[in-house]
Nanobody, 115 residues
Framework: QVQLVESGGGLVQPGGSLRLSCAASGSIFSLSAMGWYRQAPGKQRDLVATIIRGNITNYADSVKGRFTISRDNAKNMVYLQMNSLKPEDTAVYYC?????????WGQGTQVTVSS
């Protein structure tokens, strides 16, 4: 069974930075695609960034140039470095792990961008 635990969320002023972390249990981490998604109140859960084997990354247009996804397979960790944060980035951020047979989600971490 895979478990994902996010951390690093919080309150930050516009223009600030945060680094989210996702710790994954299990031995399949290095074989899995990972992603960060976010869900604002009253809205659907949207893709933020993904990273697959070979460290190939993909970003939502709204975060390109500001956010960076990375992974450390030795530590079973995936990160999301968020810079130049905007109020519209406010949401609960979720970590996602995709295997050939199953999808796993973390419990989410709140990010609030406000002055």
């Amino acid at each position: 069974q895979v478990q994902l635990v996010e951390s690093g969320g919080g309150l930050v002023q516009p223009g600030g930075s945060l680094r989210l972390s996702c710790a994954a249990s299990g031995s399949i981490f290095s074989l899995s695609a990972m992603g960060w998604y976010r869900q604002a109140p009253g809205k659907q859960r949207d893709l933020v960034a993904t990273i697959i084997r070979g460290n190939i990354t993909n970003y939502a247009d709204s975060v390109k140039g500001r956010f960076t996804i990375s992974r450390d397979n030795a530590k079973n960790m995936v990160y999301l470095q968020m810079n130049s944060l905007k109020p519209e980035d406010t949401a609960v951020y979720y970590c996602k792990l995709v295997t050939p047979s199953k999808v796993y989600w973390g419990q989410g971490t709140q990010v609030t961008v406000s002055s």
